[in-house]
Structure formats: structure tokens, C-alpha cells
T-cell receptor, first 114, second 116 residues
């Protein structure tokens, strides 16, 4: 079956702009979670959506937001971009959810903020 | 905030050597524990997981991990590594927290290089 698909794979933005990243989960998975990966901080949990509701949230500022659609596809938005937002953004889908489920990761969207 | 510590950032081993990667977490409540692996050019995938029961869990490709609750540790082991085990290994912990709901924490990763 098809894996987790993230788009775009690469993008470059400038400070102050906003960006929207998309994630299509594995068919049948209702949980989508998002992570930020940087060399200094490693992988950090952003939030999880389950059946269109944000179920869990990490410790990131309100500039980071997301949503999930009825087909389980999810988008993540970062507003007022800062240089420190440059990172690889990973999404993962799961059948059971964040706590107990196996996470299936996409290849990520690499964001560069200039 | 809770944290997950992986003590070894880079490990280099020869084929057939034994492997042990350390992982410690700081949360004192109920946790679920995972090891994920990222092979070169591939995305993260689950190696093994522990929820409850036998603290020694076996995963794919001959890996195993032992949960020691008193030490807050979940170390990954393999008796004899192969060149194909060259990858980045991430320890992860999920926890249920009163104020913030479920959280998921990754360690910073250990890069393993196996020399043929």
C-alpha cells in the first residue's frame, strides 16, 4: 500500500512569510502527527490530529498550526517565518494514534528560511 | 518537560561486533517506549516497541531492547551487527501527561557505522 506522502519536498522562504505543508497518510490511518527535525534539537513533536481534531500538542509557539481534513490529509502552517524555523518537517500516520500506535513516517519537507 | 537521552552520538563497529545503544528518559509516569531506525536515504521506521509485559522485547532484524524501570532505561542491543545495520537510531517515549495530553519525545539519535 502507498506510504505517507509529504509535499512539497523542498521549499525556500524568506523571514516573515508563511508556509503550508501537506501530508497524506496511509489509507485507513486517522492519526497524523507532525515533527520538526533540526541538527541541534533533534526530532521534536509538534502536534497530532485524529479524526479532524487536534488531540495532542507539543511545546511550540502559536505560529505553528495545523488541521486535518475529512479524508485524513493534514496540513501544517507556519506563519511569520523565522530563520530558526529552517528544518526538516516530518509527518507520521498511525492507525491507533500517537501513544500506542506504530508511526509511519513520510520523507519530510525541507524548509529553508532566508 | 520530559526528555530522552541517548548517550552515544556516533558509534563505529566492525561487522560481528555486539551493539548496545543507551537510552534514558526522565518521565516518572506510565510510558510506552520505542526505537526507530533511519537507514541512509530512507525514512524513519519502527524497530521495536514496549508497552507492558516482558521487559525484554524483540524487534526486526535481530534487535532487542530491555526496559529497566528502576533505571528509566530502554537500551537497544544486537549480538552481532552487519554492514546493513549502518543507520541512525532514535529512542522515543510516549507519555500521558495531565496538563498537556499525550506527548511524544525523541532522543537526539545515534549514528551507527558498521565497517565490513
Amino acid at each position: 500500500k502507498a506510504g505517507v506522502t509529504q509535499t512539497p519536498r523542498y521549499l525556500i522562504k524568506t523571514r516573515g512569510q508563511q508556509v503550508t505543508l501537506s501530508c497524506s497518510p496511509i489509507s485507513g490511518h486517522r492519526s497524523v502527527s507532525w515533527y520538526q527535525q533540526t541538527p541541534g534539537q533533534g526530532l521534536q513533536f509538534l502536534f497530532e490530529y485524529f479524526s479532524e481534531t487536534q488531540r495532542n500538542k507539543g511545546n511550540f509557539p502559536g505560529r505553528f498550526s495545523g488541521r486535518q481534513f475529512s479524508n485524513s490529509r493534514s496540513e501544517m502552517n507556519v506563519s511569520t517565518l523565522e530563520l530558526g524555523d529552517s528544518a526538516l518537517y516530518l509527518c507520521a500516520s498511525s492507525f491507533y494514534g500517537l501513544v500506542t500506535g506504530e508511526l509511519f513516517f513520510g520523507e519530510g519537507s525541507r524548509l529553508t528560511v532566508l | 518537560a520530559q526528555s530522552v537521552s541517548q548517550h552515544n552520538h556516533h558509534v563505529i563497529l566492525s561487522e560481528a561486533a555486539s551493539l548496545e545503544l543507551g537510552c534514558n528518559y526522565s518521565y516518572g509516569g506510565t510510558v510506552n517506549l520505542f526505537w526507530y531506525v533511519q537507514y541512509p536515504g530512507q525514512h524513519l521506521q519502527l524497530l521495536l516497541k514496549y508497552f507492558s509485559g516482558d521487559p525484554l522485547v524483540k524487534g526486526i532484524k535481530g534487535f532487542e531492547a530491555e526496559f529497566i524501570k528502576s533505571k528509566f532505561s530502554f537500551n537497544l542491543r544486537k549480538p552481532s551487527v552487519q554492514w546493513s545495520d549502518t543507520a541512525e537510531y532514535f529512542c522515543a517515549v510516549s507519555s500521558r501527561e495531565v496538563n498537556t495530553g499525550n506527548q511524544f519525545y525523541f532522543g537526539t539519535g545515534t549514528s551507527l557505522t558498521v565497517i565490513p
